[in-house]
């Protein structure tokens, strides 16, 4: 069954890469894979890196936002582009995060699969992604987002760690925001990525 997969690898590269962004390893796993026969491991392996990849996209769009125009200029930034940024959806293939407390409700966990790993990394405290067989064919690898650095905290920490100009956006866009109460290392959510054949 796997065979049929390789089919659509030049396709999940392709249609999942940031605009202006191009990394070497979706380059050469679209040279390497695209004859071969693709295990699960490569698929999560794949998947990881297209969600660490618009991971690093999100951070560095945000540290340069909250420099030039302050933390209240990153929450403007994300409520502008984070559906862009967070979202993916096509015919073979889609990501997003989800988390249980979130800021946007697109981002809600949306069933028992998702509601299962992400108790799975909070018991846990695993940092690696898991790839699941969902069903019909269906892939879902999911990934843990930590809260990696102190700054993610100006917008997502507990009072005190909040900066006032987000925590104002926050309350003006997000009026039935979750997504704030966290500390260094806790879990934010997820990525959550779907291989359709």
């Not at 390789?6 to 999940?12: D, E, N, R, T």
């Not at 794949?46 to 969600?51: E, I, N, V």
């Amino acid at each position: 069954m796997w065979r049929a997969w390789s089919g659509i690898l030049s396709l999940l590269i392709i249609s999942c890469q940031p605009s202006s962004e191009t990394t070497q390893t979706e380059s050469k796993a679209d040279t390497t894979q695209s004859a071969k026969s693709i295990t699960l491991e490569q698929w999560r392996q794949l998947a990881d890196s297209l969600t660490v990849e618009r991971q690093r996209v999100i951070l560095q769009s945000l540290l340069t936002v909250s420099e030039k125009e302050g933390w209240g200029g990153a929450v403007r930034y994300c409520h502008a582009a984070a559906d862009t940024l967070t979202f993916y959806q096509s015919a073979k293939v889609s990501f997003q995060r989800v988390a249980l407390r979130y800021r946007n409700p697109k981002n809600a966990l949306a069933d028992s699969l998702d509601k299962a790993a992400y108790e799975r990394f909070a018991k846990s405290g695993q940092k690696e992604s898991f790839i699941t067989e969902v069903g019909d064919g269906r892939l879902r690898v999911y990934r843990p987002i930590y809260i990696p650095m102190v700054q993610c905290l100006k917008c997502h920490g507990k009072p005190e760690d909040l900066d006032g100009q987000a925590l104002a956006e926050i309350r003006k866009r997000y009026p039935n925001d979750k997504a704030t109460g966290f500390a260094m290392g806790d879990l934010r959510g997820m990525w959550k990525v779907e291989i359709r054949p």
